[in-house]
Nanobody, 115 residues
Framework: QVQFVESGGGFVQPGGSLRLSCAAS????????VGWYRQAPGEQRELVAR???????TYADSVKGRFTISRDNAKNTVYLEMNSLKPEDTAVYYC?????????WGQGTQVTVSS
């Protein structure tokens, strides 16, 4: 069973930072493409960052220059460092495979950016 468990979300003021963690099991992140997705209420889920099995990274235009995706192969964990957070970043953040259609979704972690 492939499973991703997200953590690290919370409440932060605009301009603040958060670091999200994604612990993977049943899949080796070192040799797979894994991404961070987010979904705000009433909106579609979108892919905001991806790291490939080869280590290349891509970002949605909305987060370029502010978010950084990385992985720790020894821990089989993917991270998302979020800086200069904006209210429009408020969403539930999920991690999952970033190739094909993810078969399942975890609980995600809530990120709220507000004064």
């Amino acid at each position: 069973q492939v499973q991703f468990v997200e953590s690290g979300g919370g409440f932060v003021q605009p301009g603040g930072s958060l670091r999200l963690s994604c612990a993977a099991s049943g899949i080796i992140v070192r040799i797979n493409s894994v991404g961070w997705y987010r979904q705000a209420p009433g909106e579609q889920r979108e892919l905001v960052a991806r790291i490939s099995g080869g280590g290349s990274v891509t970002y949605a235009d909305s987060v370029k220059g502010r978010f950084t995706i990385s992985r720790d192969n020894a821990k089989n964990t993917v991270y998302l460092e979020m800086n200069s957070l904006k209210p429009e970043d408020t969403a539930v953040y999920y991690c999952n495979v970033a190739v094909g259609t993810p078969p399942t979704w975890g609980q995600g972690t809530q990120v709220t950016v507000s004064s």
